[in-house]
């Protein structure tokens, strides 16, 4: 068995999955990476192949029907042979010493009597033209170099949350958590990391800048403009994540908190961008999906409304919209998701 798997989801990656995949050879025969060609329409699947072929025994293609980001993580997590399992997006890469200490870590741990769920590193926003590159870290709420379960974990900022970028799962728990995401849908890294969670009950965090998150390709998927075409696929996953889980009966009392947060701060942006958007159409979208949150769970409902980010996201009339999108340009530079 491996040590690790990492997927990669290409489409149309010619241009770029040769950095993510050269930055991820130095894991040697303690990594699988697996190459999910979803469907591409250029030179991604000859590329897939030619690695395949120079590295026989770590890197694997797999090509397959376009299914979308969600499906290439899903036939990763099908093909994984790794005790541990990762994904890298095509338009990302590691940094190499983070990367050696991660792996000897998964190591050392995978050769204790201990089981390790989650491993949590950093991740750095490599976005286009910013001189100074914001690192999200989580030192101020996680034990550092140890095992811990949710009861060591310490407050977790507002914007400090999990990203697909940040966290290593144990691949048998992707499997029993039931975790299949779905086709032809944008933005499904947020379910990928929210539908394990519960699951979850022993993590170690690593204070490594290991991610590289590359932002600034005009057609990717976190453009502010892209997300407003696609809002409908954002409010999927919004819904399919309130659809989840009856949170109320998570019994650690701060792994349901974080799970709160989560779906709160994916509640906002989903709000932000309707409002953000100025249409009609959009604003009634925005009431819909409140509704469908008050007809779900009406705990959760007033929960989330009455949460500080609720409120400010739902005050009435332009005034109020304008309050709105002026604390989303202040969460943006704070999260700088886009």
Known sequence: MKLLTIAIPCYNSQDYMERCIQSLLPGGEDVEIIIV??????????????YQKRYPGIVRAVHQENGGHGEAVNAGIREAAGLFFKVVDSDDWVEPQAYAKILETLKEIAGSDRTLDMLVSNFVYEKEGAKRKKVMKYTSALVQNKIFTWSD??????????LMHSVI????????????????????????????????????????????????????????????????QQIKVN????????????????????????????????????????????????????????QADLRLFHHLRNGIMGNTMNLPGKGGRRISIAAYKIAQKVVGFN
């Open 169 to 232: 799962y144990r691949t048998k728990l992707l499997r029993e958590c039931g975790l299949n995401l779905p086709k032809h849908t944008f933005y499904v890294d947020n379910l990928y990391v929210y539908v394990p969670l519960p699951y979850v009950k022993t993590m170690y965090y690593l204070d490594v800048d290991f991610y590289r998150y590359y932002i600034g390709r005009e057609d990717q998927s976190v453009n502010e403009e892209i997300m407003i075409r696609r809002i409908d």
């Open 37 to 50: 060609d979803d469907g591409s329409h250029d030179m991604t699947p000859e590329i897939a192949d030619a």
């Open 239 to 294: 819904k399919m994540m309130v659809d989840a889980y009856d949170l109320w009966k998570i019994p650690n009392k701060k792994q349901r908190k974080y799970m709160f947060n989560y779906l709160e701060i994916i509640t906002v942006i989903s709000t932000i961008l309707l409002i953000r958007s100025g249409t009609a159409e959009n604003l009634e979208k925005k009431r819909e999906l409140w509704r469908y949150i008050k």
């Open 153 to 162: 974990v310490r407050h977790m900022r507002k914007g400090q949350y999990l």
